[in-house]
């Protein structure tokens, strides 16, 4: 029931889809891939090819693999993580979910980069308005001679991904030329919101959620985009309790918070992650970005201010 759910869900993509993607579905083991030790979190068919999704214990990159370049030891998560535990990989797993106890922004919310510089997390939750593409054209214009391409985590919906297609396009075009490089965070397919309930029973804590399939959701549709989900994901609305944080764990995934939800007057200082929506719906947070970016500006020029990708953020802040 719950495949044939996703597959009726997903159907408004499979005209556009360039990629087919067939009995998609946890799977977690371990085995070597160019050298290194790599986890693996999916099993699923792709373009008829049985292939896995895996992820590099130390640098936190993700990657599709045909099943014949890599042999697999089929292997429990909690296993695997205490046979990895010094791993960035399992620390970072491990931080998130001692960090899960709060109503709001659970997991890990801030960076620890080497130099002056902030992480940059964009959110497209759903929205019938236009990508705010003055995020992207004004940090490629004010990083164009001291960073190319510039790191940027988007937090992306199945139902966001529904209606912009043409932003996606878009945004995959500029990763193409080499002008931004995304991380694509996990926002759950359909990103429930209920202004009028109570925050424990609303976003992903709404009754009734399949959580399965928000989180598996999302990630076929990006597959069949050609684009490759990360090890990241995001709460929408920043709401969780534990039991939703450790369930999101179980699917491998390393809950994101933020300490710096610009609309909200949180201020960006060293090493915060910082969280924009970019969907049209918060003009207040992007005016506050790229005021932020201005402002920045002469120590971003001389490298002494910098956006860093959330892959290595993560990966400086738990390696050995």
């Keep these: 029931m719950k495949a044939l759910r996703i597959l009726l869900l997903l159907f408004p993509f499979l005209a556009l889809a360039q990629n087919t993607v067939s009995n998609y579905k946890t799977f977690f083991g371990s085995g070597i891939y160019k050298g290194e030790t790599v986890i693996i979190t999916r ?34 998560l909690t296993q695997l993580k205490a046979q ?10 491990a931080t998130a979910e001692n960090q899960s ?31 705010d593409r003055v995020i992207f054209t004004t940090l490629i214009e004010e990083f164009s001679k001291t960073l190319q391409p510039v790191p940027i985590a988007l937090s992306i919906t199945g139902r966001f991904m529904l209606t912009h297609t043409d932003d996606i396009l878009w945004l995959k075009d500029l990763e193409k030329q080499g002008k931004i490089k995304i991380t694509w965070i996990n926002h759950t397919y359909n990103h429930h919101y209920d202004p009028k309930a109570p925050l424990t029973e609303n976003f992903i804590l709404k009754p009734g959620t399949d959580i399965s399939f928000e989180i598996l959701g999302i990630e076929i549709a990006l597959l069949q985009h050609g684009l490759t989900p990360s090890v990241f994901f995001r709460f929408p609305g920043l709401v969780s309790d534990n039991k939703a944080v450790t369930t999101v764990t179980d699917f491998g995934l390393i809950p994101i918070g933020s300490d710096a939800w610009l609309a909200k007057g949180q201020q960006a200082t ?29 120590k971003a020029m001389a490298n002494q201010w910098l956006l860093y990708d959330l892959r290595e953020t993560v990966e400086d802040e738990f390696k050995e």
């Design 101 to 131: 106890f709060s109503l709001q922004d659970a997991g890990l919310i801030h960076g620890y980069p080497k130099e002056h510089g902030i992480t940059l997390t964009i959110d497209l939750c759903p929205s019938h308005k236009k990508l």
């Design 84 to 93: 990895f535990i010094d791993t960035p990989y399992t620390k970072a797993l």
């Design 43 to 76: 099993s699923f068919t792709y373009n008829n090819t049985p292939s896995f999704l895996y992820t590099d214990l130390k640098t936190l990159n993700t990657g599709i693999i045909s099943a014949k370049e890599i042999k697999i030891t089929p292997t429990p």
């Design 270 to 298: 060293n090493g915060t992650i910082v969280l924009i929506h970019g969907n049209g719906n918060e003009p207040v947070g992007v005016k506050d970005f790229i005021t932020l970016l201005h402002t920045e500006k002469e």
